[in-house]
């Protein structure tokens, strides 16, 4: 770690800790008492601060708000039974915000200043952070160009935020999805590795359009084909196939999942069989068919795991089996929430202490 960064903190004088409702808590609308800011000027990372959450002035002219240049991250701080704060694997998304960052043209931020200045954050709020079960905090930092210019080009000027709001259980109920052959969300050469904002909004229409027919969500498939799965809405995918957990290795179209990489890492250790290998569509739909398919479920920050219920291809829809006798799924489940909430030992060093 790197000398301690020096923050500047600026103290809301109204907490607005009493009148939020815990019971009650919806994803990514409600946010804590402060946020992190950061300006990028001059080839350097500056202005270090923690003020009172609120709204920023910024130039109507400025070029994210025109050409795309953002991106973000997501990850969660998790209160322990003793009181200690963990935030899950905070390395991780630092690393994948500087993918991010070089393939949109935007400068890096070192690893150390991502995490600090997370931990900083979530120290200060750490009353925030629910500690109901299944509760925590969810961490949101950003990026975004600022420069008040019309020219496409890359901006020499950036903010880089981190807002954090406490979230409850989130209910999972398994899904009915499409598996997608007409729309793309990324293709080779592309960004779609990158949590960048283009690709969500790039995913709006066609969502809006399976939900229309009835579905929850998509499964993405490959631009050039749409013969093999890549990811399940913002989460990548999983199937368990005949014992063995199959998931599409990961390419430039998809995002390579902090939680993706957890739960292959404790199936591994647990001596269950991975394959991360192409997943064609025909592979799953004939699993389904002879039934040797007997999970699927999304995997990514927000939910955990997200079981899927019935696919939906070509017009047919084939069910799988009941999702809460999903044995594999139900315990990767509970295991990464034992190592996150500290009620097992943290055996692949995963949990970032603050505090
Ligand atoms: C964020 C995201 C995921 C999941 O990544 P985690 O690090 O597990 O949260 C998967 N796919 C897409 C497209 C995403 O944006």
């Known amino acids: ?147 008040p210019y019309l020219g496409v080009q890359p901006s020499k000027t950036y903010k880089y935020i981190i807002l954090t709001c406490p979230v409850g259980a989130y209910f999972s109920k398994p899904l009915k999805v499409k598996i997608e052959t007409t729309w793309s969300r990324s293709s080779e050469g592309g960004f779609g590795f990158a949590k960048a904002a283009g690709n969500y909004a790039g995913s709006l229409l066609p969502a809006q ?56 890492t404790l199936a591994r250790s647990r001596g269950v069989p991975v394959e991360e290998r192409r997943v064609s569509i025909a592979e799953v739909i004939e699993s389904l068919k002879n039934g040797k398919l007997t999970e699927a479920f999304g995997v990514g920050t927000a939910a955990t795991i997200t079981p899927i219920a019935s696919i939906g291809f070509e017009g047919e829809l084939h069910h799988l089996p009941d999702t809460s006798k999903a044995e594999f799924s139900n315990r990767a489940l509970k295991a990464l929430n034992e190592i996150r909430y500290g009620l097992v030992p943290d055996e692949f060093n995963w949990n970032y202490l603050v505090g």
């Open 209 to 264: 359009e399976a939900m229309k027919e009835g579905f929850d969500q998509l499964i993405w498939t490959d631009a050039r084909e749409h013969a093999y799965i890549e990811e399940l809405g913002a989460a990548n995918v999983m199937f368990m196939i005949d014992g063995v957990l199959v998931t599409p290795s990961t390419r430039d179209t998809i995002l390579k999942g902090v939680t993706r990489d957890s739960i292959l």
């Open 1 to 147: 770690m790197t000398d301690t960064l020096e923050i500047k903190i600026t103290k809301t004088n109204k907490s607005r800790l009493e009148e939020t409702d815990f019971s009650h808590l919806p994803f990514g609308k409600i946010f804590s008492d402060h946020m992190f800011i950061a300006d990028y000027e001059d080839g350097e990372w500056k202005n270090f601060q923690i003020v009172p959450y609120g709204d920023i002035p910024l130039s109507p002219a400025i070029s994210v708000l025109h050409y795309g240049q953002a991106f973000f991250e997501g990850l969660k701080a998790y209160k322990h039974e003793n009181g200690k704060i963990s935030i899950f694997r905070p390395y991780k998304n630092a690393e994948r915000f500087n993918k991010s960052a070089i393939r949109l043209c935007a400068p890096e931020l070192p690893e150390d200043i991502f995490v600090q200045s997370i931990a900083a954050l979530v120290d200060l709020d750490k009353d925030w952070i629910p500690s109901a079960p299944d509760h925590s905090l969810y961490i949101r930092p950003y990026m975004f160009s600022t420069d």
